[in-house]
């Protein structure tokens, strides 16, 4: 390892240090931002659905509906606590550029299915939900507020390229010192 090559990977191993501390920022606002927001993204989807099914509604009446409303409540609060403590389990887009619909990919393969389900269940045993998978990750957040998350992965994985070609090349470098001094 030569000073200059051994300084380009140590210097490109700080970037990209410094890359996935941003990224890691940008995750949890991305999914404190879901959390927040999931109460009132909830609320919205069991409105839309009871909209659909006013006839289901209106059987409810405001008791049926403020159990709803309450049901509901309890299943956001338990989601939102796992959307904030996800960042670790979530499988990231990590390669090249990235854009919103990458992160909003990592997200919908996260939480449809399993994670979802409880607030499936609650609107499905108050009737207002009649197909399975009614409810879908993007009903919970807004994709276009993902650009910043997008861009600090698309920094993280510009860094690690960097990283891997300064070690590359010092690998080189180091390989052809042994070569040419044996």
């Known amino acids: 390892m030569t000073d200059q090559t051994e300084q380009a990977v140590a210097e490109a191993s700080a970037a990209a240090l410094e890359a996935r501390s941003a990224a890691d920022d940008q995750k949890e606002r991305c999914l404190a931002a879901i959390a927040d927001g999931l109460p009132a993204a909830v609320d919205r989807l069991a409105r ?39 960042a670790g389990r979530i499988g990231w887009p990590e390669n090249g550029l990235v854009a919103a619909k990458d992160v909003h ?32 990750p993007q009903d919970l957040y807004d994709e276009m507020s993902f650009d910043p998350l997008a861009d600090a992965l698309s920094a993280q994985s510009r860094a690690d390229a960097a990283l891997a070609q300064a070690r590359k090349a010092d690998d080189l470098r180091a390989v052809d010192d042994l070569w040419d001094n044996a």
């Open 48 to 86: 839309r659905a009871a909209q659909a099914e006013p006839d289901t509604a209106r059987r409810l009446g405001p008791s049926g509906v403020r159990d709803l409303k309450n049901d509901l409540s309890v299943r956001s609060t338990e989601l939102a606590a796992d959307i904030r403590s996800a």
């Open 105 to 136: 990919g990592a997200l919908f393969k996260h939480l449809y299915g399993a994670r979802l389900e409880p607030i499936a269940r609650v609107l499905k045993d108050h009737g207002l939900l009649r197909s399975e998978g009614a409810v879908l």
